[in-house]
């Protein structure tokens, strides 16, 4: 049974940082795009940041770029999110995803991932 478990969230003020962490069990995770989505609520869910299976490839929301970094280390099936210069408007619930297809190109489209997290709340006040 594939599991994504998510940690790290929690309250900082702005300009603050945190790093989430997922870890992913029930299948090798590390053939998978595995990504971060967010959704804050009233709208709908966005995609954050995207790894491929290898980790050498990367996509980002512009929202994030220079401020958020994707990792992932496949020997321990997980992958993280290292959170820095938070702003209120990145406070949401934050969900890990994995591709269901391997060796895809990192998408940022929720549509292109077929296993879900239960999500961790991240609240960045000013």
């Known amino acids: 049974q594939v599991q994504l478990v998510e940690s790290g969230g929690g309250s900082v003020q702005a300009g603050g940082s945190l790093r989430l962490s997922c870890a992913a069990s029930g299948y090798t995770s590390g053939y998978y795009c595995m990504g971060w989505f967010r959704q804050a609520p009233g709208k709908e869910r966005e995609g954050v940041a995207t790894i491929n299976a290898g980790g050498g490839t990367t996509s980002y929301a512009d929202s994030v770029k220079g401020r958020f970094t994707i990792s992932r280390d496949n020997a321990k099936n997980a992958v993280y999110l290292l959170m820095n210069s938070l702003k209120p408007e990145d406070t949401a619930m934050y969900y890990c995803?994995?591709?269901?297809?391997?060796?895809?190109?990192?998408?940022?489209?929720?549509?292109?991932?077929?296993?879900w997290g239960q999500g961790t709340q991240v609240t960045v006040s000013s």
């Open positions: 995803a994995s591709d269901k297809t391997p060796w895809r190109f990192p998408s940022l489209a929720a549509t292109d991932f077929g296993y």
